[in-house]
Antibody
Framework: EVQLVESGGGLVQPGRSLRLSCAASGFTFDDYAMHWVRQAPGKGLEWVSGISWNSGSIGYADSVKGRFTISRDNAKNSLYLQMNSLRAEDTALYYC????????????????WGQGTMVTVSS | EIVLTQSPATLSLSPGERATLSCRASQSVSSYLAWYQQKPGQAPRLLIYDASNRATGIPARFSGSGSGTDFTLTISSLEPEDFAVYYCQHFYGTFGPGTKVDIK
């Protein structure tokens, strides 16, 4: 079964850091670009970041550029999101997502999603 | 950065009716556009990719069209399980704000 399982969320104070992880199984992880998408409570979807299969192509939303870093470890079938200088507006459910077809860079559409990990930024 | 706008924000329809949802891009995205359905408490589900291709397992009542800056998702005859929020998304990430399809 193709599966993505996020972890690492929690309550964190503004200005602090948090690292999210996504464990992939059921498919050849290093064949596909991967992404993080978030959803604030009661709000719409917001793309956060994407990374190509070989980490050679990476993109970030303007709202997180310079504060968040996406990475992957193909040997461990894992995707990560290092989040620094967290703000209240980063409070959201963070989803990990797999692209449906690989185009060589970080682009794509998302056919498999995890169930998300909640990040709450509050003092 | 490409901005996607969706209209209407809410669409109130009855089961069996046709739903037409619009997505407009601030600049051409060619055919690199997808549509997702999200129900409360669930992760989004991919419906359409590359503007007009149905994803695996998606019923034929869902269809997508358009290219460049203007795109449409059509649900030919609404089933009870189709009442949800629908998002369009550009290939390099950006999502539209969503259209909620609710029961009239």
């Amino acid at each position: 079964e193709v599966q993505l399982v996020e972890s690492g969320g929690g309550l964190v104070q503004p200005g602090r850091s948090l690292r999210l992880s996504c464990a992939a199984s059921g498919f050849t992880f290093d064949d596909y670009a991967m992404h993080w998408v978030r959803q604030a409570p009661g709000k719409g979807l917001e793309w956060v970041s994407g990374i190509s299969w070989n980490s050679g192509s990476i993109g970030y939303a303007d709202s997180v550029k310079g504060r968040f870093t996406i990475s992957r470890d193909n040997a461990k079938n894992s995707l990560y999101l290092q989040m620094n200088s967290l703000r209240a507006e980063d409070t959201a459910l963070y989803y990990c997502a797999k692209v449906s077809h690989d185009y060589g860079d970080y682009g794509g559409t998302f056919d498999i999603w995890g169930q998300g990990t909640m990040v709450t930024v509050s003092s | 950065e490409i901005v996607l706008t969706q209209s209407p924000a809410t669409l109130s329809l009855s089961p069996g009716e046709r739903a037409t949802l619009s997505c407009r891009a601030s600049q051409s995205v060619s055919s690199y556009l997808a549509w997702y359905q999200q129900k409360p408490g669930q992760a989004p589900r991919l419906l359409i990719y590359d503007a007009s291709n149905r994803a695996t397992g998606i019923p034929a009542r869902f269809s997508g069209s358009g290219s460049g800056t203007d795109f449409t998702l059509t649900i030919s005859s609404l089933e009870p399980e189709d009442f949800a929020v629908y998002y369009c998304q550009h290939f390099y990430g950006t999502f539209g704000p969503g259209t909620k399809v609710d029961i009239k």
